[in-house]
Nanobody, 113 residues
Framework: QVQLVESGGGLVQPGSSLRLSCAASGSIFSIYTMAWYRQAPGKEREFVARITPGGRPTYDDSVKGRFTISRDNGKDTVDLRIDLLKPEDTALYYC???????WGQGTQVTVSS
């Protein structure tokens, strides 16, 4: 089982960029496909992006071109860079395995002017 701690969220203005980070521990991180998910207020949690152990990314169509997922198997971290942030990106962002196995605390991203 992988334990996960997300960080990097905050209150940002529309059009800005943000880098979310996820630190993993407790298992062999490098064997898992890792992913980011998000849950906006009043909505279901949704898949955002995933990355294979070898580094191949897949994105939800709604975030293609603005979101970049990356991982460092040596540091057991998976990051999500978000460019050109929009108010509709406001959500609690979680990292997890793909498919997910339990949830951490997440990190809040709020996009507002």
């Amino acid at each position: 089982q992988v334990q996960l701690v997300e960080s990097g969220g905050g209150l940002v203005q529309p059009g800005s960029s943000l880098r979310l980070s996820c630190a993993a521990s407790g298992s062999i991180f490098s064997i898992y496909t890792m992913a980011w998910y998000r849950q906006a207020p009043g909505k279901e949690r949704e898949f955002v992006a995933r990355i294979t152990p070898g580094g191949r990314p897949t994105y939800d169509d709604s975030v293609k071109g603005r979101f970049t997922i990356s991982r460092d198997n040596g540091k057991d971290t998976v990051d999500l860079r978000i460019d050109l942030l929009k108010p509709e990106d406001t959500a609690l962002y979680y990292c997890n395995t793909y498919p997910p196995k339990g949830w951490g605390q997440g990190t809040q991203v709020t996009v507002s002017s």
